[in-house]
């Protein structure tokens, strides 16, 4: 048996999206600082005199906010080509070709701040020739990217362990299952050192994301790698409904319909939580016409 009681993870996930870009800014204000004092280092141990301390930290501070700002895009391109066993080799392929648009804007754009910042402070900003220094900042580049989908991947492997990754039930190797293997009653939820069930009638709501889908239960959140039309076809029609192209309910834990202006509509759950209905969706919902709208 689980506990109600949220833990340290409910509270993290329930604010992940705040942790992960305060993350983020965390790991690009350690590049700035350290990598700044490392330039600066450098630079006393040549003797050179034709830098002034500031410019090291001018320098790391344009490159790494670009960077910062282009993660959203490499995540955006992670969930269009993800790296997965079965076409890691067509996904590597489009991630390297994303490293020539990703590396001309962080130049472009690095170079633009700094030009600004210079002529802000009465000077000037040279960034040498071009041809050469955008194949030195393109592979510095290639290997951002390739850290940052490292961190990436690693992020996830180690929340995937941590709040528990569900799987559907599988038929023995011997004997006949002890439940129906194409319309599961149960999941099976799979922990650092724990496994347990939960029963499908406890979930409140499915939220597709990325190769994911999101079993929402008690507060809880455990993903289940599956499509959402694979998902809901094995799911209980007269107890689960499509309302979104990226959400499924449990109609046991829906309590209100409430519809907006543009012709969709709030569904909002005995928790308080509300959940999109889109327009193709809400009449058949009204109507008690589950497989009507079709996916």
Same mark, same amino acid.
């Given at each position: 048996?689980?506990?109600?009681?949220?833990?340290?993870?409910?509270?993290?996930?329930?604010?992940?999206?705040?942790?992960?870009?305060?993350? #983020?800014?965390?790991?690009? *204000?350690?590049?700035?600082?350290?990598?700044?004092?490392?330039?600066?280092?450098?630079?006393?141990?040549?003797?050179?005199?034709?830098?002034?301390?500031?410019? !090291?930290?001018?320098?790391?501070?344009?490159?790494?906010?670009?960077?910062?700002?282009?993660?959203?895009?490499?995540?955006?391109?992670?969930?269009?080509?993800?790296?997965?066993? =079965?076409? #890691?080799?067509? $996904?590597?392929? #489009?991630?390297?070709?994303?490293?020539?648009? %990703?590396?001309?804007?962080?130049?472009?754009?690095?170079?633009?701040?700094? &030009?600004?910042? %210079?002529?802000?402070?009465?000077?000037?900003?040279?960034?040498?020739? #071009?041809?050469?220094?955008?194949? %030195?900042?393109?592979?510095?580049?290639?290997?951002?990217?390739?850290?940052?989908?490292?961190?990436?991947?690693?992020?996830?492997?180690?929340?995937?362990?941590?709040?528990?990754?569900?799987? +559907? +039930? *599988?038929?023995?190797?011997?004997?006949?299952?002890?439940?129906?293997? =194409?319309?599961?009653?149960?999941?099976?939820?799979?922990?650092?050192?724990?496994?347990?069930?939960?029963?499908?009638?406890?979930?409140?709501?499915?939220?597709?994301?990325?190769?994911?889908?999101?079993?929402?239960?008690?507060?809880?959140?455990?993903?289940?790698?599956?499509?959402?039309?694979?998902? &809901?076809?094995?799911?209980?029609? &007269?107890?689960?409904?499509?309302?979104?192209?990226? %959400?499924?309910?449990?109609?046991?834990?829906?309590?209100?319909?409430? !519809?907006?202006?543009?012709? =969709?509509?709030?569904?909002?759950?005995?928790?308080?939580?509300?959940?999109?209905?889109?327009?193709?969706?809400?009449?058949?919902?009204?109507?008690?016409?589950?497989?009507?709208? $079709?996916?």
């Amino acid at each position: 048996m689980q506990s109600n009681m949220p833990t340290r993870l409910d509270r993290y996930l329930r604010h992940r999206r705040f942790w992960e870009v305060l993350l #983020w800014v965390l790991l690009t *204000t350690i590049s700035i600082v350290a990598n700044s004092i490392v330039t600066n280092m450098d630079l006393g141990r040549t003797g050179s005199n034709a830098f002034d301390w500031t410019e !090291p930290v001018i320098w790391e501070f344009t490159s790494n906010i670009v960077l910062l700002a282009l993660i959203p895009a490499v995540l955006w391109v992670d969930h269009r080509f993800p790296i997965r066993a =079965d076409g #890691w080799r067509r $996904a590597l392929r #489009w991630h390297l070709l994303a490293t020539v648009p %990703y590396s001309l804007i962080h130049v472009v754009a690095m170079v633009g701040l700094r &030009q600004l910042i %210079y002529s802000a402070l009465g000077g000037e900003y040279d960034f040498g020739n #071009w041809p050469r220094e955008l194949w %030195y900042e393109y592979l510095k580049d290639v290997r951002t990217y390739a850290l940052m989908l490292a961190i990436v991947y690693l992020y996830r492997l180690v929340l995937l362990r941590l709040q528990g990754e569900a799987r +559907l +039930l *599988t038929a023995p190797d011997a004997g006949p299952p002890t439940e129906p293997v =194409d319309r599961p009653e149960r999941f099976l939820v799979r922990k650092v050192g724990a496994e347990f069930l939960v029963a499908a009638r406890d979930i409140e709501w499915l939220e597709a994301a990325e190769n994911y889908v999101n079993l929402h239960v008690r507060g809880r959140v455990y993903p289940l790698r599956s499509t959402m039309t694979a998902i &809901q076809d094995r799911l209980d029609p &007269q107890r689960f409904a499509r309302v979104h192209r990226s %959400y499924i309910v449990n109609l046991d834990f829906l309590v209100q319909i409430e !519809p907006t202006d543009a012709g =969709d509509a709030q569904l909002v759950l005995k928790d308080g939580t509300r959940v999109p209905c889109s327009r193709r969706y809400r009449q058949a919902l009204r109507d008690g016409r589950l497989g009507a709208a $079709a996916p």
